[in-house]
């Protein structure tokens, strides 16, 4: 009996299924509701709560109803680079969608995605948000800011 094709079908079958699997899916925390006020009054505060928050923000790169942040500054000053880059344990970074559903009501989603890394050398891993980072946490501070809540 010859082995050697059998290991070599083997190793093929293993290797097949390996490459068939399935890309990880992003762990993205997201909220959205409707809220009772006009699209400029929700985006204001969207933005506001935002900057506060320690975001840099922008607009989408062809659609104003997108806003986008890069990472959270943790710390200002000039060391900030290096805590997100190297010493941080958890980074932050937010996309936001405001769509007008009528005069008076607009459509808010908001994603977060969130990385963390174990210790200084380590890769950057998506991860679930932690509470104080969550989507529904930003939700609610556009919310208040809006005097909703």
């Not at 068939?20 to 409707?34: E, F, G, Q, R």
């Not at 970074?93 to 607009?106: G, M």
Request: charge should be negative; proline fraction near 6%.
């Amino acid at each position: 009996m010859n082995v050697m094709p059998i290991t070599a079908l083997l190793c093929t079958a293993l290797l097949m299924t390996g490459c068939v699997s399935n890309p990880p899916v992003p762990l993205v925390d997201t909220a959205d509701t409707v809220l009772a006020a006009s699209f400029d009054r929700v985006k204001t505060a969207l933005v506001s709560t935002l900057s506060t928050d320690g975001y840099p923000v922008r607009d989408g790169p062809d659609d104003d109803r997108i806003v986008m942040t890069g990472y959270r500054r943790e710390m200002e000053g000039l060391w900030d680079w290096l805590l997100k880059s190297r010493f941080g344990v958890g980074r932050s970074k937010i996309e936001a969608t405001v769509s007008p559903e009528s005069q008076d009501t607009t459509r808010l989603t908001i994603s977060v995605t969130y990385e963390a890394k174990d210790y200084l050398w380590s890769t950057w891993q998506e991860t679930t948000a932690p509470p104080h980072r969550s989507a529904i946490l930003q939700l609610r501070s556009v919310k208040h800011a809006l005097g909703l809540l």
